[in-house]
């Protein structure tokens, strides 16, 4: 019986034996999960962490006296989205869950800036200065003062050829925001004089009171000092009637 033999350069190494495919998947995925689960978690609370810091410096920048760049809302919001956005913002950076120390203060920030926008009065009277702002604005670029801020105008404000002239390249809201600003600063100002003379009139009226009551009080004072000298200033007139009196008895001595 003949063998057949095969020549060692056609011979190739035994292959190693099948690995079933879904074993080794499975055993890499287990070995791998916990690890990348716990990598992505803590990446993740960073990460929030992180944000709330910075959310929380973005509170402190913004403009104090214009409640909508507190709540980082459009000058046209709705009450609902007033009160939705200081939810998401007053939970995202609320003291129990953010490690920045001034979180306390930016919460009390945000609450104070949803109190003004929904206080009826006050968010009227900010929206008039706000609309004061816009009207100034838009005339000071030979704009006519009823335009939207949708309008292609206004969104294409930095590519106008004759505002690029002047050196005009700010974008419409940034504009604006920062005409607002001015507006709100100058109101400030006239409230803080106002409360001021207010006050120096109050000290002037409190001034007038306070010498009132002391001049009632010298009078008093002399009039009781008056009453008491009564009976010494009877006895004096009484002394002066009689010396008086006397001297009138006296006969005259004539001489010769």
Known sequence: MSTSTQSPSNSKPASPPPQSRGSTSTSVVSSSTPVDADLEQLLSREASAFQRELE?????????LNPYDILNLGFT?????????YRQLSLFIHPDKTAHPRAPDAFDILKKAEAELSDTTKREELDAAIASARTTLLRSLSLPTNLADDDPRLRNLADDPKLREQGLTTPWNVMLKEKVKEVLIEEEVRRR?????NLANEGLEARKKEEEVA????????????EETREQRVDSW???ANSG??????KVAILG
Not at 56 to 64: D, P, Q
Not at 77 to 85: N, V
Not at 219 to 225: L, M, Q
Request: charged share 60%; hydrophobic share 30%; glycine share 0%.
């Open 56 to 64: 929380v410096e973005r509170i402190f920048k913004s403009f104090k």
């Open 77 to 85: 919001a709705k009450p609902e989205d007033i009160k939705r956005r």
């Open 193 to 197: 004089k106002a409360i001021k003379m």
């Open 215 to 226: 001049a009632k009080k010298r009078k008093a004072e002399e009039d009781k000092v008056w």
């Open 238 to 240: 009484r002394s002066f």
């Open 245 to 250: 009196k006397k001297k009138k008895k006296q």
